[in-house]
């Protein structure tokens, strides 16, 4: 189910600039956002368009701290925290026995022994971000 809400451009100018006289300067312009249109508003402007032959449509989207409240876990680059989980993978991978891959249970098992030594070191070294507005 697809939801069409329209927005009118405050200065109704083509987006589309022929370089054939005889063709029209018109297109039809879409813009896909996850929102309301009571929040959106757009303008076209034309006087960014050149060298193109389309003029850009550039929207305001409204950003309120009450929907943007995120947490991750993070290592900042070039830390301590990210040398030592590099190193803490090395190691872990050099322990890993990777000569007995003769089945399909044994690549499995290998795998699994790969992604907890990730594992293993991302929840040791990472540390808890809250990104907001």
Not at 89 to 113: K, P
């Amino acid at each position: 189910m697809f939801l069409v809400l329209a927005s009118l451009p405050a200065l109704p100018v083509p987006t589309h600039y022929s370089d054939t006289d005889s063709h029209a300067n018109s297109v039809i312009d879409l813009i896909f956002l996850d929102m309301s249109s009571a929040q959106i508003s757009h303008r076209i402007e034309p006087n960014l368009r050149l060298p193109s032959d389309h003029a850009p449509l550039l929207v305001d989207l409204p950003i309120s701290p009450e929907n943007i409240h995120l947490h991750h876990k993070a290592l900042k680059c070039d830390s301590e925290e990210e040398n030592t989980f590099l190193s803490a993978v090395n190691m872990g991978l050099r322990a890993l026995n990777f000569s007995s891959l003769d089945s399909t249970a044994s690549l499995d098992l290998l795998a699994q022994a790969i992604s907890q030594v990730f594992s293993h070191a991302w929840e040791a070294n990472a540390r808890n971000i809250t990104v907001t507005s």
